[in-house]
């Protein structure tokens, strides 16, 4: 049980002294939640049963303020949350704030470790061990004439315990030190559970909600491969979390994540094979993508074993045994650990998401209309909990987009221009269609495509991996989309991603002035390859 007072306060000044308060309150045992405002000079608190007025009165008076009256509040709907986030991550950071900025008070609710998949097992820690597995990389070969190259992995473990430093210090620095200075923000550690539309228990205690956001990400799944429960599979979360680096490692899938984490243990020293059931990585990407990056990976000594199946996975005396079968017959790949990366799920089962009439499709995903509306009015849902895009910017951006829409707005989600990156080396980056979706719809178009060998900052750099290509409407000159293979890449993508958001057109962007020697001018020789032969211009006045 719990109980809600009404304080009246004197001395406060402006709404900095409310943000003071509640600061206070918040530190002070058995409060839950407090909401204190300026104009009346009031604060609304609610603890725990057992806490008494004086408790609170003091706690105020620590703060530099007098209570000049405090009384116990009968209302039924006292413990009410304006709004209930469960989760923690960046859909659900992105909706706490976004609702706290509007004056709504918050409860948060986290059974994890707070941040959620991106800071703690996804993109910050995959990241820092891809940057070192790129330095490494670096230190071992260079292209240019007379340096002497030989970096070694020394120690993994120092390496691996530097990377899980930054991941604490962000989780931290970006969440709990935010959220500690958010007054209208309650974070809850525990377990939530939905017991009707507008009730939850937390930790068993139940209260009811006006509006609830759920926000609590995916997981990794592994394959229904016999046996491979048997080998101690990883995932990319265990895989992280590796105090040793695997002399031999299988990595099963081929897309984002597989690719990423294929290359940066195979940088690290780890003799690795990825295994893909389909005939070639990526395969909703451009032949003529999945054909490179497939090239650059197999060229680093990695093995890409594509339209195989792991039929079976067994144990050894010593060694892990994957079966496959594939279009050469069948073959066994041995190794020391197995690495599953072959899709995530949605995390909801426990929620009670059926109890409070919220439906999901067969994948356990919530289902939203573009307004991240559940089919309970009282509930939205935002970031992996409802399926792809499955980027921590999109979580966040739908984070705020559902506690908005929750506090009354009608916003539906845009993604008109969404640019997405794989953190391979050479990176792949992508924004609007690409010339095999476009094929898929139907749709008209031209396309023009640059090779970093007529980059003059890719040749002086001596690593010409790669292209840049564009799609524009037939007979038009709008921008639809561009894929860019490239080192670093991703910042590529931004001069595109802008064009397609702002309608800049194939044209303006030809005669844009580009710096030179820059990496952004392939973006520039790519627009002006729809018109023009640039194997013709010159480098230094195109």
């Known amino acids: 049980m719990t109980r809600v007072w009404t304080i009246d306060i004197d001395g406060m000044t402006c709404e900095q002294c409310a943000l003071a308060i509640d600061a206070q309150l918040h530190r002070t045992g058995g409060v839950l939640a407090s909401r204190t405002t300026f104009d009346p000079t009031r604060a609304r608190v609610e603890a725990a049963s057992d806490v008494e007025a004086v408790i609170l009165v003091d ?21 009410v949350d304006d709004v209930l986030i469960i989760g923690s991550g960046g859909a ?27 800071v703690n097992v996804g993109c910050i820690p995959s990241k820092a061990l891809m940057r070192a597995a790129d330095t490494l990389h670096r230190a071992q070969s260079t292209p240019f004439a007379g340096i002497r190259v030989g970096g070694q992995l020394d120690d993994y473990s120092a390496l691996t315990a530097q990377r899980d430093d930054l991941v604490a210090h962000l989780r931290d620095e970006k969440y709990a030190s935010v959220l500690a200075r958010q007054p209208l923000i309650r974070l809850v550690e525990g377990e939530a559970r939905l017991t009707g539309p507008d009730h939850v ?21 592994l394959p ?8 101690d599979p990883l995932t990319s979360t265990e895989a992280l979390a590796l105090k040793e680096l695997p002399r031999r490692l ?49 060229a680093e000594g990695i093995d890409v074993v594509t339209g195989s199946v792991v039929t079976a996975a067994r144990r050894t005396a010593h060694d892990i045994e994957l079966d496959l079968d594939g279009p050469s017959g069948r073959r066994t790949v041995t190794v020391d650990r197995v690495l599953a990366a072959t899709g995530r799920r949605a995390s909801t089962v426990g929620l009670g998401l059926d109890v409070a009439h919220v439906k999901t499709d067969a994948d356990g995903q919530i289902i939203v209309d573009e307004q991240l509306r559940t089919s309970n009015p009282r509930v939205f849902a935002a970031g992996d909990v409802i399926g792809a895009p499955a980027f921590v910017y999109t979580a966040a951006y739908e984070g705020r987009l559902s506690a908005m829409n929750a ?19 050479p990176q792949l980056a992508v ?47 709008r921008l639809l989309g561009a894929t860019i293979v490239a080192p670093e890449g991703g910042d590529l993508i931004m001069e595109p991603t802008l064009a397609i958001r702002f309608g800049i057109t194939v044209a303006q962007l030809a005669g844009t002035f580009h710096p030179y020697l820059t990496q952004t001018e392939a973006v520039k020789l790519a627009a002006q390859a729809f018109t023009t032969d640039v194997k013709q211009l010159s480098c230094c006045a195109s």
Not at 201 to 221: K, L, Q
Not at 224 to 231: A, E, F
Not at 254 to 281: C, D, P, W
Not at 417 to 422: M, N, S
């Open 224 to 231: 229904p491969i016999p046996g491979l429960i048997d080998v």
């Open 431 to 477: 924004v609007g269609l690409t010339e095999a979706e476009a094929q898929r719809r139907g749709i008209a178009v031209d396309v023009a495509r640059v090779d970093l060998d007529q980059v003059p900052r890719a040749l002086v750099a001596r690593d010409t991996r790669g292209f840049v290509k564009l799609v524009k409407e037939r007979g038009g000159d």
């Open 250 to 298: 299988a990595v099963i899938g081929g897309r984002y994540i597989a690719l990423e984490l294929a290359q940066a243990f195979a940088r690290l020293g780890a003799r690795t094979t990825i295994i893909q059931r389909n005939s070639r990585i990526l395969p909703d990407q451009d032949v003529d993508v999945t054909d490179a990056l497939t090239g650059y990976l197999r």
């Open 92 to 118: 659900a950071m992105g909706a706490a704030l976004a609702a706290a900025a509007a004056g709504a008070v918050v409860t948060m609710v986290e059974r994890g470790t707070l941040g959620g998949t991106c």
């Open 59 to 79: 706690a105020i008076a620590r703060a530099g303020y007098r209570a000049r009256a405090a009384r116990e509040d009968a209302s039924p709907d006292a413990a």
């Open 201 to 221: 228990a937390i930790n068993g205690r139940e209260r009811r909600f006006r509006r609830c956001v759920v926000a609590t990400g995916s997981h990794a799944v």
């Open 407 to 425: 506090l009354g707005a009608s916003t539906s989600r845009d993604y008109t221009a969404l640019p997405w990156v794989i953190f391979t080396d």
